[in-house]
């Protein structure tokens, strides 16, 4: 692949991330959060496995799952913007030397950072869902951790079960993101899939 092949494939790269970051295809992301979670605990799923409900929350239904996605970036990030941002820059590029930027390794959290991380998203969804009378017991938060200047640092602990479940009402707390992922809590009225697999941390090799 020459220079000008590579630019136009980072240009169709950009576009067709731009649109599925679009409004309109909010099911599919929820989708690819739920699989790409599912799929890190060793369970095999398709597309047509998962239910879309008829009132939300949650977002996706999963074999008793009640799986509500929120995405969490880092501080000042908005996803679309950025790859609106690139999608501009690789069009303009004349050469591979445009679009190159410095690596910039990320900064290493601990489990106990990440769970900081989360509070505000967590905090904030929980006072519009009692806002609207929407109980939190059954349902089943999987927080899709879109790091780029951060990573955890797999070898640090986690919160202990208690303190997490302080953060109250949620059914069970995952996380998935780009390196790792983990059932933070899980109540026994979880499935059991999630139950079997709290205080795990999962280690995801990039493909």
Same mark, same amino acid.
């Given at each position: %692949?020459n ?7 980072l240009?169709?790269?950009? !576009? ?27 369970? /095999? ?6 239910? *879309?409900?008829? &009132?939300?929350?949650? !977002?996706?239904?999963?074999q008793?799952? /009640?799986?509500?996605?929120f ?23 004349? #050469?591979l /030397?445009?679009? %190159? ?19 505000? #998203?967590?905090?904030? *969804?929980r ?11 059954d &349902?089943d ?9 951060? #990573?955890?640092?797999?070898? #640090?602990?986690?919160?202990?079960? !208690?303190?997490?479940? $302080? ?19 899980a109540? $026994? ?12 941390? &999962?280690? &995801?090799?990039?493909?």
């Amino acid at each position: %692949m020459n220079e000008e092949e590579l630019l136009s494939s980072l240009v169709l790269l950009a !576009d067709d991330t731009v649109d599925f970051l679009s409004d309109s295809r909010k099911w599919e992301r929820e989708c690819w959060v739920c699989t790409a979670f599912l799929s890190a605990l060793q369970i /095999n799923v398709s597309r047509s496995n998962l239910i *879309k409900p008829t &009132i939300e929350p949650p !977002d996706v239904i999963y074999q008793g799952a /009640n799986f509500e996605v929120f995405v969490v970036l880092d501080q000042g990030r908005k996803l679309h913007d950025d790859w609106k941002k690139l999608s501009s820059l690789y069009k303009s590029a004349e #050469t591979l /030397n445009d679009v %190159m930027e410095p690596y910039k390794s990320p900064k290493k959290m601990s489990g106990v950072e990440v769970v900081e991380f989360l509070k505000p #998203t967590l905090s904030k *969804k929980r006072e519009s869902y009692a806002r609207r009378n929407i109980s939190l017991s059954d &349902i089943d938060v999987l927080v899709y951790l879109n790091f780029k200047e951060h #990573t955890l640092d797999l070898s #640090t602990p986690f919160p202990e079960l !208690d303190k997490l479940q $302080q953060q109250g009402g949620w059914r069970s707390l995952s996380v998935y993101g780009n390196s790792f992922c983990r059932v933070l809590y899980a109540e $026994q009225s979880a499935p059991i899939f999630l139950c079997s697999h709290v205080g795990n941390t &999962i280690s &995801i090799v990039p493909e």
